[in-house]
């Protein structure tokens, strides 16, 4: 059963589109993150809210942009996707602390032609 | 140099094998310590937290050694559903509340 929810679960879009991602999770955390992983390589922070009109650009520079108006939604936009922007997009939230992990969603894998 | 080091792999050992994996970390004052699993195009998912003191949790064994800045992760009686990549985690030099995640080390499981 899972807490944090992304959709669509596979996007194929035209270059120039503007798409957004979205991200929800039920479980109150305060803390939420967006990576970007291509196969088989390792995973980039690009995105991180540490709570609601919070945000900040992660370790990759991503020409994507985020909002964080409600403490459930983290959604991510590209105003105009491209072809470099292929990738599977990664959300987490956390309840932040020491010993607490992140909880990711399924991802969406973006394939833009 | 990278925050968190791992060797990639892969690790192809039989059913019943014991492995192990190491990962280095470069921030000295780290303080958050855990391994993921990633199945192939899937999300990672938190296998367990790693405690100054060691833990245990069935197979797994996982240990943090502070003074040479490494944690490894024991897996007795290996099972092919074992079969995934394994990430070390370690909270980022800004911030504990960010974790830096290293490449991975791919593990096979043979019958």
């Known amino acids: 059963e899972a807490d944090i929810y992304q959709t669509p679960r596979y996007l194929v879009i035209g270059t120039g589109k503007k798409i957004t991602l979205e991200c929800s999770q039920t479980?109150?955390?305060?803390?939420m993150y967006w990576y970007q992983q291509d196969p088989g390589m390792e995973l980039h922070l690009i995105h991180y809210?540490?709570?609601?009109?919070?945000?900040e650009k992660g370790d990759l520079s991503s020409e994507s942009t985020v909002s964080r108006i409600r403490t459930e939604h983290f959604p991510l936009t590209l105003e105009s996707a491209r072809p470099s922007h292929t990738s599977q997009y990664l959300c987490?939230?956390?309840?932040?602390?020491?010993?607490?992990?992140?909880?990711f969603g399924s991802g969406t894998r973006l394939t833009v032609v | 140099r990278k925050e968190v080091e791992q060797d990639p792999g892969p690790f192809n050992v039989p059913e019943g094998a014991t492995v192990a994996f190491n990962c280095t970390y470069s921030?000295?004052?780290?303080?958050?310590f855990f391994w993921y699993r990633q199945d192939c195009r899937k999300e990672p998912k938190l296998l367990m937290s790693?405690?100054?003191s060691g833990n245990e949790d069935g197979r797994f064994t996982a240990q943090l050694n502070r003074a040479s800045q490494y944690i490894s992760l024991l897996i007795r009686d290996s099972k092919l559903s074992d079969s995934a990549t394994y990430l070390c985690?370690?909270?980022?030099?800004?911030?504990?509340?960010?974790?830096?995640f290293g490449s991975g080390t791919r593990l096979l499981v043979r019958p």
């Open positions: 479980m109150g955390h305060d803390k």
């Open positions: 987490a939230s956390s309840e932040g602390g020491q010993n607490y992990g992140y909880t």
């Open positions: 790693v405690y100054s």
């Open positions: 809210s540490y709570g609601v009109n919070s945000t």
């Open positions: 985690v370690v909270n980022g030099r800004d911030s504990s509340y960010k974790l830096i």
């Open positions: 921030n000295s004052a780290s303080q958050s």
